[in-house]
Structures are given as structure tokens and as C-alpha cells.
């Protein structure tokens, strides 16, 4: 438990800081906006490039591993998908937000530190498999239905779907880094030094200047009327997703590695992206900020416990 702590605290002191900063007005809030922008389309996509770049991924891949982690967010999108259309009545713009939100688990902030600090940094192969596909596949995923939902709405012909989706996709900055480091990746593509330098200052300030950017916003964005579907949002993303994948590892009979990785990866929080999302449409950003907050916090108790299930 004293583990959990000392890698969860960290993280909330600086979204509390953001938050501290917003509410007694010593930025304006389109300050905050900039540094979001700035973090979303800049820091975090180099943080994507740079880390997809460098992996060696060639004995990491395993279908069963993959099938595991993935079934369950697949599940979970689905549920907060159709839960938020049926059960709270939001509109399905609204919906594919919160859905993502149960989408995309915080698989790099908490998802490595906790499975590093728990069994050690040679235990970290099946993340890095993890990571590598997390962001295309749930901004895929996303992307493309938040688009079909839009183009539904506004009458467009669903033979116009592809090429709005593509469109939509290649304009995220998110994506671009993933897929240039994937490029680079596949190539064997060299820099130089200065410019991995360069590079390596601009993914120090990705996570910690979005952590604080998403303080700044959580004053704006604050549960008020929206708690019931905050809670569903965590009840997916902290139970549902790991139960699933915990229940398919077991008949894969995965390897004890790809087990813990999994589960643990499936058992965290929804990541700071489920509100770069919600925010990229400007659809149910409250839910999707507060999700990640209270979430976050829960996920102090709720992994201390999957982990105790874990060989």
C-alpha cells in the first residue's frame, strides 16, 4: 500500500496545484486552455513518438496478452457507451465521450510505475506491448465513432464516413506521433544527438504540465449533477476492465508475467488522454475530468486489492 502512495500522491499533488492555481485566479482560465493545447498537441504526441520510436517490440507481442487487455476496453466502451445513452439519457456525442472515458486506462503514468514498484523493471516487456497499440486503438476506436455519430446527425452519407474518419484521425496530433514513431520504429531510423535532446526536454514536460492543465480545468469541470455517472465511469474503468481481463488471462493460461501486466494495466484509471478527448470534441468534459480525479483516487484501494489477487 505504501507503494500505491508514494506513486499516486505525486500525481495528485500536481493536478491539486493546477487546481489550487485555477481557483484563486493566479492564471486566467485561457491560460490553462493554452497549456492543454499545448500538452495535447505538442508534448504528448512527442512523448508518443519518442517512446514507440525506442521500443523493442519484437518478442513482446502476444495474442492471447493482447485479446485479454483488449476485449475488456472494447467491453467497457461498449457499456459506457450504451449506459450513458440509456441509462443517463446524454446525447450519443456525449456518450462516445463518456465512453472513452471507460475506454482508456492510464496504462503509462500508473500502469508501468505500479508494475515496476511491484515486481521489478524486467517484468515490463507485456506493457510496453500494451502501450504500443493503447493509443491507436482507442483513439481509433473513438474517432471513428464519435464521427459516425456526427455524421449521422448532420445527414452526410455513410459512404462519406471513411475519409471523415481518416480525416479526423490524421488531423490528431496523437495519432501523427504514434504513427511517425512507428515509421521511424520500423525503419531503424536514426538522429542526432542534439535533436533526441531536444526532443527528450519536450517529453519531460508532457505528463506533469497535463496533469496540471487537467487541475486547472477539474475548477471549472466540477462533479455538480453529474456524480452518478462519475461513479459508473469509475465502476467500469476500476472493476469491469480488470475483471474481464483478469477472467480471459486465466483461460489463455498467460504466462505469470503477461498476467500481472495485464491485469494491473486493465485495472487502472482512465489517463489524462479520456479528457484530451473530451475535450478535443468539447463534449462531456466534466465527466470525463472528474472520472479521472475521483477515479484516480479510488484506484489506491481498488489496485492494492487486484494486486492481491495476482500470482
Excluded at 56 to 72: A, C, E, N, Q, V
Excluded at 102 to 129: H, K, M, Q
Amino acid at each position: 500500500m505504501q507503494a500505491l502512495i508514494d506513486i499516486i500522491l505525486p500525481v495528485f499533488l500536481v493536478i491539486g496545484f493546477g487546481y489550487l492555481v485555477a481557483w484563486r485566479g493566479l492564471l486566467a482560465a485561457s491560460s490553462i486552455d493554452g497549456l492543454m493545447s499545448f500538452t495535447q498537441n505538442v508534448a504528448i504526441p512527442c512523448l508518443l513518438f519518442r517512446a514507440i520510436w525506442t521500443l523493442d517490440l519484437g518478442d513482446s507481442f502476444s495474442l492471447p496478452l493482447l485479446i485479454s487487455f483488449y476485449t475488456g476496453s472494447l467491453t467497457c466502451f461498449t457499456v459506457g457507451l450504451f449506459g450513458a445513452r440509456y441509462l443517463f439519457n446524454r446525447d450519443w456525442e456525449d456518450a462516445v465521450a463518456i465512453g472513452f472515458a471507460c475506454l482508456f486506462a492510464n496504462s503509462v503514468l500508473l500502469g508501468l510505475a505500479i508494475t515496476e514498484r511491484a515486481f521489478g523493471p524486467d517484468s515490463l516487456s507485456a506493457n510496453y506491448a500494451i502501450i504500443a497499440l493503447h493509443s491507436p486503438f482507442c483513439y481509433g476506436l473513438g474517432i471513428t465513432v464519435m464521427e459516425f455519430v456526427r455524421a449521422r446527425a448532420s445527414g452526410q452519407p455513410n459512404r462519406n464516413l471513411p475519409l471523415i474518419v481518416a480525416k479526423a484521425m490524421f488531423r490528431n496530433a496523437l495519432v501523427i506521433g504514434i504513427a511517425l514513431g512507428a515509421v521511424f520504429n520500423l525503419l531503424n531510423v536514426t538522429l542526432p544527438v542534439p535533436f533526441t535532446d531536444a526532443l527528450d526536454m519536450m517529453v519531460r514536460t508532457a505528463l506533469p504540465a497535463a496533469l496540471f492543465a487537467l487541475g486547472g480545468v477539474l475548477y471549472r469541470y466540477r462533479p455538480e449533477g453529474d456524480i452518478r455517472i462519475i461513479l459508473f465511469v469509475c465502476a467500469i474503468s476500476l472493476i469491469l476492465h480488470p475483471s474481464i481481463t483478469w477472467t480471459l488471462g486465466t483461460a489463455f493460461d498467460l504466462d505469470d508475467s503477461a498476467f500481472r501486466s495485464a491485469v494491473i494495466t486493465a485495472a487502472m484509471a482512465p489517463g489524462v488522454n479520456c479528457y484530451v478527448f473530451a475535450n478535443i470534441y468539447g463534449r462531456a468534459r466534466r465527466v470525463a475530468a472528474s472520472s479521472v480525479l475521483l477515479a484516480s483516487a479510488l484506484s489506491v484501494v481498488t489496485a492494492w486489492l487486484w494486486l492481491g489477487t495476482l500470482p
